[in-house]
């Protein structure tokens, strides 16, 4: 298939307007056109227009003659090649092949149906673009504005820069939690990637935090799967404001000052101590291996307890009667920082402890 789109039509000098015709010729050969077809669409184009424009004209003019006298002496059914061509130059077509989608006729812009579907999608998805950018920007200025003691004005180094100082500072006079990694070796790598996750969500939280931990991640060894692990799925994780070693918890700290966290001790966590460790134990176990961390706090005659969740927070009926302790760091972490800063735990341990975890405060229990 072979497209031609015929502009204007010429005859003899006189120029025949309004033929303006799409059409498309068969033929073997895309540089080979029928001429024969083509004259004689056009001719019978040419009678109609030509008759049209004698009646408005006062008389025949020489070029309408001459051209009327080619049409009488010219028959595509005769087979004369020679006077096609003739006849072909005479109406000097201009024509152009039909490599665009759109065409120019009569002064307006055709289209087709493909063109118009596609540029109505596109403008709807410019649209969705521009409301999306626009209520971006009305939540960055709301979330500026709610920022108490923050100018509006501070760029993001200014805040780089203040988060940095917090954290340093937390080092020496905040309080310190502790992150034991070394009990990797029983994780699977799914669970692995989940710690990686979790560990990123706990940074997080921790560089927003009005009152941060100094936290540190100990049996930590650069040559280990989660620390692989850590660098893939984390950005920036080489310089994160924290301390990670290869060394145990138990040479970095005196006994006396640790506390390991477990929801399986007997002694509820009644306040934060700035002179204790906290330890939370890094283990994510979909097998739940019951009482891990307890008994390894209990070997190493380590001080435990658990969240105050049983003395602020009640069992809620659920379909599956599902009620758990079991906490993700990052999730433990948010209720140890909460409580920091507002010394309320039944407000802490909402933040923390999500409703599938089959706990609520009381006054929120239908």
């Given at each position: ?12 000098g006189?120029c ?10 068969l033929?073997?050969n895309?540089?080979?056109?029928d001429?024969?077809?083509a004259l ?5 184009n040419?009678?109609s227009m030509i008759k049209?424009?004698?009646?408005k004209?006062?008389g025949?003019?020489?070029q309408a003659e ?6 009488q002496?010219?028959s ?9 061509f003739e006849?072909?130059?005479l ?5 152009e092949?039909e ?6 006729m009569?002064?307006?812009?055709w289209?087709s149906k493909n063109?118009?579907r596609?540029?109505r999608?596109?403008?709807k998805i ?5 409301s999306?950018?626009?209520?971006e ?8 504005t709610?920022?108490a ?6 760029s993001k180094?200014?805040?780089?820069a ?6 340093l ?8 939690l502790?992150?034991?990694l070394?009990?990797?070796?029983r994780m699977?790598k ?7 996750a ?7 939280s ?8 100094w936290?540190?991640l100990?049996?930590?060894a ?6 692989e692990?850590c ?6 994780f ?11 918890y ?15 001790s007997?002694?509820?966590l009644?306040d ?6 906290y330890?939370?134990g890094?283990l994510v ?13 209990q070997e190493n005659?380590?001080?435990?307890a ?14 599956k009667?599902y009620h758990?302790e079991i906490l993700?760091?990052n999730?433990?972490?948010d209720?140890l ?15 923390g402890?999500s409703l599938?975890?089959g706990?609520v ?6």
């Amino acid at each position: 298939m072979f497209g031609v789109a015929v502009r204007t039509v010429h005859c003899g000098g006189f120029c025949v307007p309004g033929i303006t015709r799409r059409f498309r010729i068969l033929c073997g050969n895309p540089r080979r056109l029928d001429l024969k077809a083509a004259l004689g669409v056009f001719l019978e184009n040419a009678r109609s227009m030509i008759k049209g424009m004698e009646h408005k004209l006062e008389g025949p003019s020489p070029q309408a003659e001459s051209c009327l006298l080619n049409r009488q002496e010219f028959s595509p059914e005769h087979g004369d090649d020679e006077l096609a061509f003739e006849s072909f130059q005479l109406l000097q077509i201009d024509t152009e092949f039909e490599s665009a989608r759109t065409l120019q006729m009569d002064g307006e812009m055709w289209c087709s149906k493909n063109v118009l579907r596609k540029q109505r999608h596109w403008e709807k998805i410019v649209a969705a673009k521009k409301s999306k950018r626009k209520q971006e920007r009305e939540r960055k200025k709301a979330q500026r504005t709610e920022n108490a003691g923050m100018s509006p004005q501070q760029s993001k180094r200014v805040l780089k820069a203040m988060t940095k100082e917090r954290l340093l500072a937390a080092k020496s006079s905040g309080p310190k939690l502790c992150i034991d990694l070394s009990m990797t070796d029983r994780m699977t790598k799914k669970e692995l990637s989940r710690l990686a996750a979790q560990i990123r969500r706990l940074y997080g939280s921790n560089k927003k935090a009005k009152k941060p931990f100094w936290i540190c991640l100990t049996g930590f060894a650069t040559d280990s799967p989660l620390y692989e692990e850590c660098l893939r799925m984390n950005d920036g994780f080489s310089n994160y404001l924290m301390d990670t070693t290869e060394e145990d918890y138990l040479d970095l700290f005196p006994l006396e000052s640790l506390v390991y966290l477990t929801p399986d001790s007997e002694h509820a966590l009644e306040d934060i101590d700035l002179d204790k460790v906290y330890i939370i134990g890094g283990l994510v176990d979909e097998n739940i291996q019951k009482k891990l961390t307890y008994q390894k706090a209990q070997e190493n005659s380590i001080q435990t307890a658990r969240l105050p969740i049983q003395e602020y927070m009640v069992k809620n009926a659920n379909a599956k009667n599902y009620h758990s302790e079991i906490l993700a760091i990052n999730q433990v972490f948010d209720i140890l920082s909460t409580y920091v800063e507002t010394q309320n735990w039944p407000e802490a341990l909402k933040t923390g402890v999500s409703l599938g975890k089959g706990y609520v405060i009381p006054n929120t229990v239908e």
